[in-house]
């Protein structure tokens, strides 16, 4: 049978399954096969911490003592886990509650609101600022292996299916297929067994058939509710695009050839001055971003125009970009510019003019650590 997960995704299920319901004698077994399924030891404490948002603090500090207890007897035995990288510092420019509000948003697909949040407006308040502003905003993860987390550690606690249900369809939202939750609920029935897993896979069917209301098991239905969801996706940047050729403020110009090889993905490029001051505006394909590079003498003014985007300085953690947003890059500055995953995104570059100025180009972004950045 194949396995649509890969081996550090299916490693997540059963640490988050037996840490939310409290099986230590399991979660101490599920810990030592993530780590050897190449887990590291900073995303394994940050699925545990996670879950005390699902679970309860109880559970998630009792899974964090039994981790910090098998982490020292596996060093003891000469054993060396690969400590992994930290959460990057959280942006300054906006809050947790904006983080938050619309982290949720586009988890879900649309804005959420109900009368349970107009009854208690303060679970509202600490959903968006703490779960998905503070948790979610964290790099540790991404947003499909935190879906994984999430999925797995509700499906082994009774009584929660309405809010399973509501993580399975975010969890198709955001990009994990009908295949992969099928794969989740194999791994819960080898692992918590049947009980389990029959009522996880019920739930996903139901998600399944009232995303497009057809008959549970239709497997070509279920093909059209990926294939709905992948050209939407399409259409919305399609939107996206044509709102920025036809409606932004510059125009978008022609495919960046001259310095194609300085870019991940495609990107365009209008030159808007070249006397005394140059002044091009750029705009990128969603996930295209140029290279890590360095402006000598003269530095460079972002001025954003359109879309969502991403700003990082080398050692510093990644700076969101909107419309509006301005970025003053110092000279001898190491950094790199460029589309979200799932948004075009346009800038008017202007280069601060210095005698002998010119730009050094280095070495690609990694796929790895653009992909963990938020969606």
């Given at each position: 049978m194949q396995n649509h997960l890969n081996v550090k995704q299916r490693a997540i299920i059963p640490i988050a399954a037996f840490t939310a319901n409290g099986d230590l004698d399991?979660?101490?077994?599920?810990?030592?096969?993530?780590?050897?399924?190449?887990?590291?030891?900073?995303?394994?404490?940050?699925?545990?911490?996670?879950?005390?948002?699902?679970?309860g603090f109880p559970r998630s500090l009792n899974g964090i003592g039994t981790f910090m207890t098998l982490i020292s007897e596996r060093e003891k035995e000469g054993i060396r886990d690969e400590k992994g990288r930290g959460?990057?510092?959280?942006?300054?420019?906006?809050?947790?509650?904006?983080?938050?509000?619309?982290?949720?948003?586009?988890l879900v697909g649309q804005p959420v609101t109900g009368p349970i949040f107009d009854f208690a407006p303060a679970i509202d308040h600490f959903l968006k600022a703490h779960l998905f502003g503070d948790i979610f905003q964290r790099d540790v993860l991404n947003w499909q292996d935190r879906e994984l987390a999430t999925v797995a550690a509700l499906a082994n606690i009774e009584g929660v299916n309405p809010q399973l249900q509501g993580?399975?369809?975010?969890?198709?939202?955001?990009?994990?297929?009908?295949?992969?939750?099928?794969?989740?609920?194999?791994?819960?029935?080898?692992?918590?067994?049947?009980?389990?897993?029959?009522?996880?896979?019920?739930?996903?069917?139901?998600?399944?058939?009232?995303?497009?209301?057809?008959?549970?098991?239709?497997?070509?239905?279920?093909?059209?509710?990926?294939a709905t969801a992948n050209l939407q996706k399409e259409k919305n940047m399609s939107q996206q695009h044509s709102d920025l050729r036809n409606g932004g403020i510059f125009p978008v110009g022609e495919k960046n050839e001259k310095y194609a090889k300085y870019f991940t993905g495609t990107s365009y490029l209008k030159m808007l001055s070249t006397e005394r001051v140059f002044i091009g505006n750029v705009t990128f394909e969603p996930g295209c971003r140029n290279f890590w590079h360095?402006?000598?003498?003269?530095?460079?003014?972002?001025?954003?125009?359109?879309g969502r985007g991403w700003y990082q300085e080398w050692g510093k953690a990644a700076r969101d970009l909107r419309a509006g947003d301005v970025v003053n890059i110092a000279p001898e500055t190491k950094h790199w510019h460029g589309a979200a995953k799932d948004s075009w995104f346009s800038h008017v570059?202007?280069?601060?003019?210095?005698?002998?100025?010119?730009?050094?180009?280095?070495?690609?972004?990694?796929?790895?650590?653009?992909?963990?950045?938020?969606?």
């Open positions: 399991k979660l101490r077994v599920a810990l030592c096969d993530g780590l050897d399924a190449g887990l590291t030891v900073s995303e394994i404490k940050e699925i545990l911490v996670q879950l005390y948002a699902y679970a959460a990057s510092p959280l942006p300054t420019s906006r809050t947790s509650l904006e983080f938050g509000a619309e982290n949720q948003t586009r993580h399975l369809s975010i969890a198709l939202h955001n990009g994990l297929s009908p295949e992969q939750l099928r794969d989740l609920i194999g791994v819960l029935s080898t692992k918590c067994g049947p009980k389990v897993a029959e009522n996880a896979g019920v739930v996903l069917d139901q998600v399944l058939a009232s995303s497009k209301q057809v008959p549970v098991g239709d497997r070509p239905a279920m093909d059209n509710v990926e360095i402006h000598h003498k003269g530095g460079q003014i972002l001025l954003v125009t359109g570059a202007v280069e601060v003019p210095a005698e002998g100025g010119s730009t050094e180009w280095l070495e690609p972004v990694p796929d790895e650590a653009y992909n963990r950045l938020p969606r």
